[in-house]
């Protein structure tokens, strides 16, 4: 049996999917979240609760404690983990772990928790997340020592970002410097998880890599220039990173004990969650645009030649399938629907409903300018609900107007941001926990005038780990797991319900506030 195993270490939940290549069937798609099953790291939405709301960090022992249980459920279930022939799996991108000693030094024994084995080498007991938006003096400093952030993008292929890791490991070396100094490895939650999994330091690879600030993207190498303007000796504490497809070592002999995985199975580099799921998606080739309604909300493309947003909001990775892609992100993705959605009193089946029975493209003029938390596209660092319309409207007295408005801003930002991807597409594949919500795939469809698809797999991310552990180890072509594992799911094809011209002036309108908002900030 071809079976590999995919992981997603994502927001709020970890997941594993299990896909027999040769048969182009899933055989075990099993997940767990943070919040509800781990309820002791007191993180119901993946993140520790802080005062200040810049910050954002987790408990990498979660992420490890997750590993331990979601292994457990499988084996509990009766799955024969010795079938599987290769692993690989996804990481949220930017979040990073400070290790005292890189792991591999220590021999885990499954006499003994992971997590408990985990907690002395830390350096660090948190790490910071995507959603930490606390560095911009770090990313002000970061360009002012290469020349500015023209010289930062032109190297590593975005600006100096607040939540990337460049920007978080300086914060770190300035308000902790003796921590710092005791750090002998950063791991990204990618090459974390791809250590944990085999007992030793595993390589970053180029996808999740170039969210770091810190990646030459020309050469594929860590920048010398970059990594000195961000903190002293961080050529020694991380590891050069590698091509995507690499081997960065064996299933430990912890998971072969405990698990019963086959002794030897080997562990290909982690990436990103977003390049793990443009692989997913069947997207690694130019042409196609996914959409992600995860935690954050993100589009991104793969690309023939790096291009850079002018704007500064978008960035390129590397494209685990080879060359590159680029992407832009929202924090205000899901988590912002959630709240709303609690504000006016609706769960998802009246949310989505409300879009597609009880109001109208355009919304009769509303607009609602949606930030719960701070947003980085466009940098809005004091974030603010804002509705703009008729009174009833701007009272949050019309459940259904406020769920369409919500969705409408957010897509019209979509829409505005990712214009530096070049052609407009005319197809798009939508995926994440929000993708099942029809609504608010209609309006994408309407906002970008475009064809929405959605697949069967709902995890893209888990998905395009064992998609890429099948490449790397079985070597399956693309083309082939593509055709098997990537097919659309016709239930769910939704087509625009408008003309071209429709959110011309909520378009307009939306712009002008935005920016308006983002400067005040
Ligand atoms: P992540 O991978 O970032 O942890 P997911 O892709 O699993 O997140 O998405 C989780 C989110 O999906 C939840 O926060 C929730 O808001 C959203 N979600 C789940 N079901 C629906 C639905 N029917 N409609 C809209 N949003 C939904
Ligand atoms: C991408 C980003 C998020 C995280 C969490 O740049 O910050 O999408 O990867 O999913």
């Not at 494209?319 to 709240?339: D, H, Q, T, V, Y």
């Not at 064809?451 to 893209?460: A, L, W």
Request: aromatic share 8%.
């Amino acid at each position: 049996m071809a079976h590999y195993l995919g992981l997603d270490s994502s927001t709020q939940s970890l997941s594993a999917l299990v896909i027999d290549a040769e048969a182009g069937q899933i055989v075990l798609d099993e997940s767990l979240n943070f919040g509800k099953d781990l309820p002791e790291f007191a993180s119901p939405h993946g993140f520790l609760d802080n005062e200040d709301a810049r910050i954002k960090h987790s408990d990498p022992l979660m992420w490890v404690a997750a590993v331990d249980l979601l292994f457990s459920r499988i084996k509990q279930k009766g799955f024969d983990l010795s079938s599987v022939r290769g692993v690989s799996g996804a990481g949220q991108q930017h979040g990073s772990v400070y290790l005292k000693m890189p792991l591999g030094e220590t021999r885990f024994t499954p006499e003994r928790s992971l997590a408990d084995q985990v907690r002395p080498l830390l350096a660090r007991k948190t790490a910071p997340i995507w959603m930490d938006s606390s560095t911009s003096a770090e990313c002000r400093e970061i360009a002012a020592a290469v020349g500015g952030d023209a010289r930062v993008t032109a190297i590593s292929g975005s600006r100096a970002i607040e939540r990337f890791t460049g920007p978080q490991i300086r914060r770190f070396f300035k308000t902790d410097p003796s921590a710092y100094a005791a750090t002998r490895e950063i791991q990204l939650v990618s090459s974390f998880i791809a250590s944990i999994l085999s007992g030793r330091s595993a390589a970053v690879d180029f996808g999740d890599g170039a969210g770091m600030n810190l990646l030459d993207l020309s050469r594929c190498e860590l920048s010398p220039e970059l990594m000195s303007a961000t903190a002293p000796e961080l050529d020694r504490k991380l590891r050069p990173a590698v091509a995507s497809r690499t081997q960065v070592g064996t299933m430990s002999s912890y998971f072969v004990e405990k698990y019963g995985f086959k002794e030897g199975t080997p562990v290909i580099a982690f990436t990103g969650d977003n390049p793990s799921s443009l692989v997913g998606m069947g997207a690694t080739a130019p042409g196609t645009a996914v959409i992600s309604l995860g935690t954050s909300d993100t589009v991104f493309a793969a690309m023939s030649a790096p291009r850079t947003d002018p704007r500064g909001f978008g960035h390129v990775f590397g494209n685990p399938a080879g060359g590159f892609m680029c992407l832009i992100c929202f924090a205000n993705g899901s988590l912002a629907r959630e709240k709303l959605a609690e504000k006016v009193g609706l769960d998802w089946p009246a949310f989505e409903r409300a879009i597609l029975k009880d109001t109208q493209p355009g919304n009769g003029g509303a607009l609602l300018l949606p930030y719960f938390v701070p947003e980085m596209t466009p940098k809005i660092l004091k974030p603010e609900l804002r509705a703009f319309g008729d009174s009833e409207f701007t009272r949050f007295e019309q459940p259904a107007r406020a769920a369409r408005a919500i969705v409408e801003a957010q897509a019209l930002a979509m829409q505005r941001y990712s214009d530096f991807i070049g052609e407009k597409p005319t197809k798009i594949r939508a995926t994440g926990g929000a993708a099942k919500n029809r609504g608010i795939l209609q309006v994408i469809a309407d906002v970008f005038q475009a064809e929405v698809t959605t697949f069967k797999v709902g995890n893209s991310s888990a998905l395009g780990g064992a998609l890429r552990a099948a490449e790397a180890v079985g070597g399956l072509g693309w083309a082939s797991l593509s055709e098997r594992f990537c097919a659309t799911d016709p239930g769910t094809r939704v087509t625009p319900s408008v003309g071209p011209g429709a959110y011309d002036e909520l378009r307009r309108r939306f712009e002008a506030e935005v920016d308006a908002l983002a400067t005040r900030t």
